[in-house]
Each structure stands twice: as C-alpha cells, then as structure tokens.
C-alpha cells in the first residue's frame, strides 16, 4: 500500500485528538445532528473545497460537488441534495461556486469528443451558446475562459431557481437565498457574482412558476 495513502489515517488520527484536546465533547455533539445554513454546489476540483475556502467548521455547509459544478434537472444527484437541503434541512442559502481556471470549462471550449463526459460537458456549451456573441467578442482566450465559468455559475443558479421546492418554500419562508460565486485560484479570494434573487425568480416566473395561486392559498392557510 502507498505511503501517501497511509498517511491519510495518521493524518486523521491527528486531527481526532486535536478536536478532543480542544473539545472532549466534540465527536458526541457532532454525531447528534446537523444543521447547517448553507447548502453549497461546487465543482469536483482537488484545488476548491468547499470549507476550507468558506473558513467553515464540520455541520456547517451541507456540500454536493461535480464536475463543473453543473444543476442539471436530470441530475438525481444535485437535485435530490438540494431538495433535502431545501426540505429537510431548512437550510438559508444556496451558493453555487465556479471558479477559475476550471478543467470542465476549459473541455467544454474544446472541439474534442470526450466519450462519457460528452453528454456532462453539454450543459457547459449550452451556456456557451446562450451567450456566445459576448464569449466571442472576448480575444483574450483566459479571460473568455473566465468569463464562460462565471456565466456558467450564473445559469446554474438559475437551474436551482427553477425547481419547485426552492420556489415553493421561499414563497412561505423568504428562503432560501441563492447565490453565485467564484473562487480565483490565483488569490485565494472568494468573487459574488451579486445575481439578485428576487429579480431572476420573477424574470422566470412566467415559464417556470411551479407554485399556482391555489397552492400558495393552502399552503399558507394552513
């Protein structure tokens, strides 16, 4: 067996009795339950976790992690997590998180077939075609690639505003929130893509209103 994978449990074996010295309760507590505000979608990328970046401690950010960080209503993966984070856990904020220099971007740009990833690595060109009079206009190809992932961020966090239980339970509750962000390899620095809320649910509304009059008056009748 490798090294490095061993090295993995001395690791953890580290990091148990450093929680324990600071904590003796620590574990018993963590056990009990969770209920973190945050759910966070993110990309699969070995250089992007998702607590280290947020600074966040263990219950604190529900996670699910692909390939691109990619909503994909087909997706039983991402959109059975946000429905539990949404339902279940009650959580305030829905961040999507791209970030730069992404490999699944940079595929997604590239006139290759992919084999398994192709079908993947669709949704990314869709986005791509959605907006490819401004991508193309942009002659710097790192700052095209840029660009795509933070219009990528910006239309996934439109597939979560799509889906019926997020718009249902902010109807009832005002959350969750959902956000877009960026995370800039090169500086360690998280970038808000400030998307507003509010404005793109009502944008989508006339499509894609999953909450009729009639459900909106029994829910909060009852």
């Given at each position: 067996?490798?090294?490095?994978?061993?090295?993995?449990?001395?690791?953890n074996?580290?990091?148990?009795?450093?929680?324990?010295?600071?904590?003796?309760?620590?574990?018993?507590?963590?056990?009990?339950?969770?209920?973190?505000?945050?759910?966070?979608?993110?990309?699969?990328?070995?250089?992007?976790?998702?607590?280290?970046?947020?600074?966040?401690?263990?219950?604190?950010?529900?996670?699910?992690?692909?390939?691109?960080?990619?909503?994909?209503?087909?997706?039983?993966?991402?959109?059975?997590?946000?429905?539990?984070a949404?339902?279940?856990?009650?959580?305030?904020?829905?961040?999507?998180?791209?970030?730069?220099?992404?490999?699944?971007?940079?595929?997604?740009?590239?006139?290759?077939?992919?084999?398994?990833?192709?079908?993947?690595?669709?949704?990314?060109?869709?986005?791509?075609?959605?907006?490819?009079?401004?991508?193309?206009?942009?002659?710097?190809?790192?700052?095209?690639?840029?660009?795509?992932?933070?219009?990528?961020?910006?239309?996934?966090?439109?597939n979560?505003?799509?889906?019926?239980?997020?718009?249902?339970?902010?109807?009832?509750?005002?959350?969750?929130?959902?956000?877009?962000?960026?995370?800039?390899?090169?500086?360690?620095?998280i970038?808000?893509?400030?998307?507003?809320?509010?404005?793109?649910?009502?944008?989508?509304?006339k499509?894609?209103?999953?909450?009729?009059?009639?459900?909106?008056?029994?829910?909060?009748?009852?």
């Amino acid at each position: 067996m490798s090294q490095s994978y061993e090295v993995i449990f001395e690791n953890n074996k580290k990091w148990v009795e450093s929680k324990v010295a600071e904590d003796p309760n620590f574990f018993q507590e963590l056990a009990k339950t969770q209920h973190p505000e945050f759910l966070y979608i993110g990309c699969s990328d070995s250089r992007a976790t998702a607590e280290e970046l947020m600074g966040a401690k263990p219950g604190e950010v529900f996670v699910h992690r692909n390939i691109a960080n990619v909503v994909n209503t087909l997706d039983m993966s991402s959109t059975a997590v946000i429905q539990y984070a949404v339902e279940h856990l009650k959580v305030k904020h829905i961040i999507v998180c791209g970030h730069y220099n992404c490999g699944g971007v940079k595929a997604a740009m590239t006139p290759q077939d992919l084999g398994l990833l192709n079908p993947w690595l669709r949704n990314i060109r869709d986005v791509y075609r959605l907006h490819q009079v401004e991508l193309d206009s942009i002659e710097d190809e790192n700052k095209r690639y840029d660009r795509l992932v933070e219009l990528n961020v910006q239309e996934q966090c439109i597939n979560v505003i799509k889906m019926a239980c997020v718009q249902e339970r902010y109807i009832l509750e005002e959350q969750p929130i959902v956000h877009g962000w960026v995370f800039d390899l090169r500086t360690g620095k998280i970038i808000d893509l400030e998307i507003d809320f509010e404005k793109t649910l009502k944008d989508i509304q006339k499509i894609y209103n999953l909450t009729g009059s009639d459900w909106v008056m029994s829910r909060k009748t009852k």
